[in-house]
Every structure is written in C-alpha cells, then in structure tokens.
C-alpha cells in the first residue's frame, strides 16, 4: 500500500548553513500551488543579532522582489543574540499575504546578520490547493 501525505506538505532547505556579515536570500519558492509557507531561520551562538525578512517575486528569478508587508507578522523576525544560546524563530505567510494584485506568487526569505554569524533557513510549504489523487487499494 503506497502513503500519501494527506496534507500535501512540501519541506525544502532555503539557506544552507553558512558563517557570514551579509545578507543572504534564499531561492524564491513557488506558492501557486500553496496556501502557506513557513521559513524556519536558525542563527548558531554569537552576540550578533539577524532580521529575517519575507520576499515577494513575480517568478522564481526574483523579477521585482520587493518585502512582503503582509500578514499577522508583516514578514520580519529577528534573531536576538545573547551570546549563549543558538536562536531560532519561524515567518509564516500565506497566499493573501502576497501581492496578488500584481501578480506576485513566490516567496524568499532574506537573513540579514548585524555581524558574522552562522546561519541558516528551511522552509515548509503546505495545503495544496491540487492535491495529487490516489487510488483506492
């Protein structure tokens, strides 16, 4: 018997870990099919703090990128260092956070570090509009 995932949830690595002072943006991701998306963004131990914000495109390229400005957080988290501990927060959005208006259907996330810091981002897209059809067994 083959098992589908009901919910039709897609998990994808947005930033690979990396040790840097600049910002860095992941590969825009595609919600057409998607009504949410979640970035989880992770900074390791350091005093530095990073700002996470949400990016809208047109296309997977990043035509017309611009922050997304929607939605219950309007996009941004930040990351507080203290130094100590690794820190680690989630953007969410959806579909209607989105300028839908002008066509905008992809979505990034940019972390943007106030000094060298490893950091990192996932992301997890999910209540697909098309799920795929099964077959009874």
Partial sequence: ???RLEQQVRFDLAIAPVSTAAATTSAYF?????????F?????????????AVLQATDSSGTGAKACTNGPQSGVATLTGDGTNAQSDVVELTDRDLDVTNSFTHAAIRMTPTGTMVIAASSVRGNCRHPQATMPS
Avoid: K, L, P, R
Avoid at 30 to 36: C, F, R, V
Avoid at 41 to 47: F, H, K, L, Q, V
């Fill in 40 to 52: 989880q963004c992770a900074a390791g131990i350091g005093s530095n703090n990073v700002a996470c």
């Fill in 30 to 38: 595609d919600m057409t099919e998607y009504g949410i998306q979640g």
């Fill in 1 to 3: 018997m083959i098992h």
